[in-house]
């Protein structure tokens, strides 16, 4: 949980990267975080309960939410959007960072709690994507 949290906190320091996703495509993200559940429910990792963070990492996480909000990022549904808690990553954040930020970021272990937990996520799907090309 450690590594996650401090591979989180880098990822939130480099933020959307040098190549965000298209509207689609942190649509179609968002839309597995809120909707993949049973019966379309929210994903039972997409967390919106209190998490506990540092006050540094407070402050880069409202750092990151100006700047979306300055580039007008959104997608429906967002106040649906909490921190997974398979990687504890605000995926309010996430669903608009680049592949390559997320990858970078992510552990090993990580990448495996995801395919054995929840193989639905978009994190998996992109993975393969990535994988395969």
Excluded at 53 to 72: C, M, N, S
Excluded at 119 to 130: D, Q, R, S, T, V
Aim: glycine share 8%.
């Amino acid at each position: 949980m450690i590594k996650e949290t401090i591979n989180g906190a880098k990822a939130l320091l480099d933020g959307f990267g040098v190549n965000p996703p298209s509207k689609e495509v942190a649509q179609a993200r968002a839309d597995v975080c809120l909707h993949s559940g049973p019966g379309g429910t929210r994903c039972p990792h997409n967390s919106l309960g209190g998490w506990t963070i540092t006050t540094a990492i407070a402050q880069v996480i409202q750092a990151q939410r100006e700047k979306k909000h300055e580039l007008k990022l959104r997608v429906d549904g967002e106040e649906g959007l909490g921190v997974c808690k398979i990687c504890r990553c605000p995926v309010f954040l996430k669903v608009f960072y680049d592949w390559e930020t997320i990858y970078s970021h992510t552990t090993d272990e990580t990448f495996q709690q995801f395919k054995d937990k929840w193989p639905a996520c978009w994190i998996i799907k992109e993975l393969n994507n990535h994988n395969t090309k």
